[in-house]
């Protein structure tokens, strides 16, 4: 072969090398364009929520293919720990799904990203401000608001009228309840009511409409008075020693009885009724509404029904140190106001949407019988906990101390006593 042949040859191949090195450059580089979201969450973890939030899931995506979703599921009871976790060890995800009281308490962390900045003008303007500000911490809104979840007093109309109770008249006060409650006890197999009694800090969010109802709160950004709960830590011992509720039980550990008409009693959010339908097909919309009422919480002596917001709302958060914030904000924008998210997610689940205009793109919202009580009755007797860098820990001990007036019989004084003690100890360690 001629020395011309050979290096025209030798171009040619080159050549052909340069051109596969060059697509399939190009092939990494679309591949790489691709971006991955990982999104911790409890959503994916749940029967009645995982099918309904792949749905939302595989919609986004569809509209951003380059965007892709990797769900991290984990249990509600543990994401405050191991989103800590995760965060201390320098894996935190780009976003997850939290609870206001683990929201702000990431935030006091120093982990997340503040989103007033990120969130689109449209949908900012669209919040329902109670929700927005819920995740305020000095002065900077670090949480989405993705659902609004409220609490409201259900009652189970077909139970009242076996215990002889009129179903259409609810308890209206707490004497009533309590009375309620009794006549409730004497039917085989039911159990009066739903309540959060769990050693963790949301039975202390939970618990907290009842203390404002019944008493007063226990703490507050400046103020501590656990020790005069006394009224409270009556009702309390009462409810668990005349077995009107289950002890030491976390909140959706009472949502199978209630699909099996074995619960009088709930104070829950919304998601109630989704919930509940979730175990048993046969529960449909007009089975529920025939079985199910919703009200205000029972009012306190002073006339007033409260129900603290941040113990069943939903919320989702941007991590501080991802690397695609801004496509994070549109994926937790869409799971919440998107009308395929209302669709397919918040409103089958009975969520409130946390937005303006989604009660307005589908006014089958305010036509649902228990959607009008909560929009009209329930929402404005909303009370906020002071969520802030020292509520987890406080509502932990709070929580965690209240087993000893469930199992015991201590003096209550005694025992609100210590956990005030308890509570001044942690306020003076984080100064």
């Given at each position: 072969?001629?020395?011309?042949?050979?290096?025209?040859?030798?171009?040619?191949?080159?050549?052909?090398?340069?051109?596969?090195?060059?697509?399939?450059?190009?092939?990494?580089?679309?591949?790489?364009?691709?971006?991955?979201?990982?999104?911790?969450?409890?959503?994916?973890?749940?029967?009645?929520?995982?099918?309904?939030?792949?749905?939302?899931?595989?919609?986004?995506?569809?509209?951003?293919?380059?965007?892709?979703?990797?769900?991290?599921?984990?249990?509600?009871?543990?994401?405050?720990?191991?989103?800590?976790?995760?965060?201390?060890?320098?894996?935190?995800?780009?976003?997850?799904?939290?609870?206001?009281?683990?929201?702000?308490?990431?935030?006091?962390?120093?982990?997340?990203?503040?989103?007033?900045?990120?969130?689109?003008?449209?949908?900012?303007?669209?919040?329902?401000?109670?929700?927005?500000?819920?995740?305020?911490?000095?002065?900077?809104?670090?949480?989405?608001?993705?659902?609004?979840?409220?609490?409201?007093?259900?009652?189970?109309?077909?139970?009242?009228?076996?215990?002889?109770?009129?179903?259409?008249?609810?308890?209206?006060?707490?004497?009533?309840?309590?009375?309620?409650?009794?006549?409730?006890?004497?039917?085989?197999?039911?159990?009066?009511?739903?309540?959060?009694?769990?050693?963790r800090a949301f039975a202390a969010t939970f618990q907290w409409s009842f203390m404002a109802t019944i008493d007063k709160i226990p703490f507050d950004n400046e103020n501590v008075q656990v020790d005069e709960l006394t009224k409270y830590g009556e009702w309390l011992r009462k409810l668990v020693e005349k077995e009107y509720t289950l002890p030491g039980k976390k909140l959706g550990e009472f949502r199978p009885l209630a699909a099996q008409n074995r619960l009088a009693f709930a104070f829950d959010a919304p998601l109630f009724k989704g919930t509940v339908q979730s175990f048993?097909?046969?529960?449909?919309?007009?089975?529920?509404?025939?079985?199910?009422?919703?009200?205000?919480?029972?009012?306190?002596?002073?006339?007033?029904?409260?129900?603290?917001?941040?113990?069943?709302?939903?919320?989702?958060?941007?991590?501080?140190?991802?690397?695609?914030?801004?496509?994070?904000?549109?994926?937790?924008?869409?799971?919440?106001?998107?009308?395929?998210?209302?669709?397919?997610?918040?409103?089958?689940?009975?969520?409130?949407?946390?937005?303006?205009?989604?009660?307005?793109?589908?006014?089958?919202?305010?036509?649902?019988?228990?959607?009008?009580?909560?929009?009209?009755?329930?929402?404005?007797?909303?009370?906020?906990?002071?969520?802030?860098?020292?509520?987890?820990?406080?509502?932990?001990?709070?929580?965690?101390?209240?087993?000893?007036?469930?199992?015991?019989?201590?003096?209550?004084?005694?025992?609100?006593?210590?956990?005030?003690?308890?509570?001044?100890?942690?306020?003076?360690?984080?100064?």
């Amino acid at each position: 072969m001629s020395k011309v042949k050979s290096v025209c040859l030798l171009t040619l191949l080159v050549g052909l090398v340069l051109m596969l090195v060059a697509c399939s450059a190009g092939e990494t580089s679309s591949e790489s364009n691709q971006i991955e979201l990982e999104f911790v969450n409890w959503a994916t973890a749940e029967k009645a929520t995982e099918e309904k939030i792949n749905k939302v899931i595989d919609a986004f995506e569809s509209e951003n293919p380059n965007i892709k979703i990797k769900p991290v599921t984990v249990p509600f009871s543990e994401i405050q720990n191991q989103l800590t976790v995760m965060s201390n060890g320098g894996n935190a995800p780009d976003i997850a799904q939290v609870d206001a009281s683990t929201g702000v308490s990431l935030a006091a962390m120093g982990v997340l990203q503040p989103v007033d900045d990120l969130l689109s003008q449209d949908y900012e303007s669209d919040l329902i401000s109670s929700y927005y500000d819920t995740g305020l911490y000095e002065d900077k809104h670090y949480l989405v608001p993705w659902t609004g979840g409220i609490n409201g007093f259900w009652y189970n109309k077909k139970i009242m009228k076996e215990a002889g109770l009129d179903p259409n008249k609810p308890p209206k006060t707490m004497v009533e309840l309590d009375s309620a409650m009794e006549a409730v006890k004497k039917l085989p197999d039911v159990i009066p009511l739903q309540f959060d009694t769990s050693p963790r800090a949301f039975a202390a969010t939970f618990q907290w409409s009842f203390m404002a109802t019944i008493d007063k709160i226990p703490f507050d950004n400046e103020n501590v008075q656990v020790d005069e709960l006394t009224k409270y830590g009556e009702w309390l011992r009462k409810l668990v020693e005349k077995e009107y509720t289950l002890p030491g039980k976390k909140l959706g550990e009472f949502r199978p009885l209630a699909a099996q008409n074995r619960l009088a009693f709930a104070f829950d959010a919304p998601l109630f009724k989704g919930t509940v339908q979730s175990f048993d097909d046969a529960i449909t919309d007009e089975v529920f509404n025939e079985t199910w009422g919703v009200t205000t919480l029972p009012a306190g002596e002073d006339g007033k029904s409260y129900s603290a917001i941040g113990g069943s709302d939903h919320f989702t958060a941007v991590f501080e140190d991802s690397e695609h914030k801004k496509e994070a904000v549109k994926f937790l924008e869409f799971l919440a106001n998107s009308d395929v998210a209302l669709e397919e997610y918040v409103m089958p689940m009975g969520n409130l949407p946390v937005t303006s205009s989604a009660a307005e793109r589908f006014p089958e919202l305010k036509e649902s019988p228990h959607m009008k009580v909560f929009l009209n009755d329930i929402l404005p007797t909303a009370i906020v906990p002071p969520f802030g860098a020292d509520y987890a820990d406080m509502a932990t001990t709070f929580a965690t101390q209240m087993q000893e007036l469930i199992t015991t019989k201590t003096s209550i004084q005694e025992i609100l006593d210590q956990i005030q003690k308890d509570l001044d100890t942690v306020t003076a360690d984080n100064e």
